[in-house]
């Protein structure tokens, strides 16, 4: 199957601080990509949609100037949390789709703000 | 009301045994319809997806929709403990559209 990965695969900063998480297609172009973000014993919560070479989607209650979304090529997609908070302390997962119908997720990226 | 219904468990079988995960669903505009197998502190893995109406097998597993009760179904045969993980059922109306999940029902396999 198709790899996507992510990096930082764990992270803990202050609060305050801003974070990027970095999501790619290995060996597949994705023009478009999917943040999510998972607590615990909760599911999947999809953040946003973010398009290659145009601005992402967020869905309702997602704070757009505090969750950064930029999609600069094919094959790379960036998060950014911008003035962490505790709160923020979350599973981050990104996707994207190898084939029409096949979404393959990253590994994660655990957040913890202190 | 959420769109994709799924209880979380735990569910706990011996191995060997013949496990069925099941969610419901709401939104009749979903038309494709997967399966995900999580295993703590991973990403989803896709194991499955079906179209529609119907059965769908792959090895061990058997995925079954049926739309006219909003019923999606995961069956397992001869479980082993390396399933044993959480199972999240998936849904969306088709192509690139976004993907609504359930909450995910963990398994666990006793050897």
């Known amino acids: 199957g198709a790899v996507v990965s992510q990096h930082p695969s764990r992270v803990i900063c202050k609060s305050g601080t801003s974070v990027k998480i970095e999501c790619r297609s290995l060996d597949f172009q994705a023009t478009t990509m999917f943040w999510y973000r998972q607590f615990p014993k909760q599911s999947l919560m999809l953040m946003a949609t973010?398009?290659?070479?145009?601005?992402?989607?967020?869905e309702q209650g997602v704070e757009k100037d505090k969750f950064l979304i930029n999609h600069a090529s094919l094959t790379l997609s960036t998060l950014t949390v911008t003035s962490a908070h505790p709160e923020d302390s979350s599973f981050y997962i990104c996707?994207?789709?190898?084939?029409?119908?096949?979404?393959?997720f990253g590994p994660g990226t655990r957040l913890t703000v202190l | 009301q959420k769109e994709v219904e799924q209880d979380p468990g735990p569910l706990s079988v011996p191995e060997g045994a013949i496990v069925s995960l099941n969610c419901t669903y709401s939104n009749s505009a979903f038309q494709y319809f997967m399966w995900y197998r999580q295993y703590s502190r991973k990403g989803p893995e896709l194991l499955m997806y079906?179209?529609?109406?119907g059965n769908k097998e792959d090895g061990r597993f058997t995925a079954q929709v049926d739309k006219s009760s909003k019923y999606i179904s995961l069956f397992i045969r001869d479980s082993q403990p390396s399933d044993s993980a959480t199972y999240l059922c998936?849904?969306?109306?088709?192509?690139?559209?976004?993907?609504?999940f359930g909450i995910g029902t963990k398994l666990q396999v006793i050897p």
């Open positions: 079906t179209y529609s109406s």
């Open positions: 998936a849904s969306n109306s088709g192509g690139y559209q976004k993907v609504t």
């Open positions: 996707s994207a789709n190898y084939r029409i119908n096949e979404q393959f």
């Open positions: 973010s398009n290659e070479g145009s601005k992402a989607t967020y």
